[in-house]
């Protein structure tokens, strides 16, 4: 399981980002583990991402982004970013 980005954790961002990654994958209507297989993350390290734990790259963003049928702009924007 990754660990939580000591430098980064818990910063606004990051969970806004999350928090916006969580509501679309909710109106998605897909569980967190089906939203991490699709985007060929690890279910955990997902979970990390929605609580803003981690400071996920560009690629992982467009990973997840693919897997929810978004533009990355588009979580980007719902983040308030």
Known sequence: ?????PKFAGNRELASLGAAIREARKQAGLSQESQATDA???????????????????MNLCRISEALQ???STLLVAAGL
């Open 1 to 5: 399981m990754a660990k939580p980005s």
């Open 40 to 58: 060929t993350l690890d279910r955990s390290y997902m979970g990390g991402i929605e609580r803003g734990e981690h400071n996920l790259t560009l």
């Open 70 to 72: 978004v533009k990355p």
